[in-house]
């Protein structure tokens, strides 16, 4: 059964990068899925960031796209978000995803617990 | 962007009824790329239908979903107590680059 466990620091000042890891257990990373985020605010809806392969062919959301990085390391099945530039709008519960594939994204089939960052100095 | 609204914003019923939820789309909607999700408080979104149609595993039958085009609708034919919470849809581009959004939530409450 695939598992997906986010890590990375809760708190993150202000105009600084929050960067969060995915580890993927029970399934490849390297299979054809894509791996990706999704986060929500407190009582709000969900907002989608973007997905990656294990090409490193990515999406993302083009409201986000100026400050996000996706990226993929085989070698620790782990899938990493990079936002720039964070503001207190950034904070949110950042959950890891599987989407199913593998020509292209389809739907979400697996998500993580989630983690909640905060940004504030 | 395909903007997703879904309706009513907030839906309350008892157990034994039935519950329709509708996601309507702003622009067309391939049926392959939408998708429904349910989520309780604490938890992560867990994946209901897909396709459109399709139920995901380990979802009952009460769970139908239906639609094309702009149109989409989640069906709880009797809702159980564990059925109370926020249910989203989901909807994937049919062309690169492949965005995808997320409606706003309709909250099923007793």
């Known amino acids: 059964q695939v598992q997906l466990q986010e890590s990375g620091p809760g708190l993150v000042k202000p105009s600084e990068t929050l960067s969060l890891t995915c580890t993927v257990s029970?399934?490849?990373?390297?299979?054809?899925?894509?791996w990706g985020w999704v986060r929500q605010t407190s009582g709000q809806g969900l907002e989608w960031i973007g997905v990656?392969?294990?090409?490193?062919?990515?999406y993302y959301n083009p409201s986000l796209k100026r400050r996000v990085t996706l990226s993929v390391d085989t070698s620790k099945e782990q899938v990493s978000l990079k936002l720039g530039s964070a503001t207190a709008a950034d904070t949110a519960i950042y959950f890891c995803?599987?989407?199913?594939?593998?020509?292209?994204?389809?739907?979400?089939?697996?998500w993580g617990q989630g983690t909640l960052v905060t940004v504030s100095s | 962007e395909i903007v997703l609204t879904q309706s009513p914003g907030t839906l309350s019923l008892s157990p034994g009824e039935r519950a329709t939820l509708s996601c309507r789309a702003s622009q067309t909607v391939s049926s392959a790329y939408l998708a429904w999700y349910q989520q309780k408080p604490g938890q992560a979104p867990r994946l209901l239908i897909y396709?459109?149609?399709n139920r995901a595993t380990g979802i009952p039958d009460r769970y139908r979903g239906s639609g094309s085009g702009t149109d989409f609708t989640l069906t709880i034919s009797s809702l159980e107590p564990e059925d109370f919470a926020v249910y989203y849809c989901q909807q994937y581009a049919g062309s690169p680059p492949f965005m995808c959004s997320f409606g706003q939530g309709t909250k099923l409450e007793i």
């Open positions: 029970g399934s490849s990373i390297t299979s054809g899925y894509f």
């Open positions: 990656i392969n294990h090409h490193g062919i990515t």
């Open positions: 396709g459109a149609s």
């Open positions: 995803t599987r989407d199913r594939g593998p020509a292209r994204p389809l739907y979400t089939d697996t």
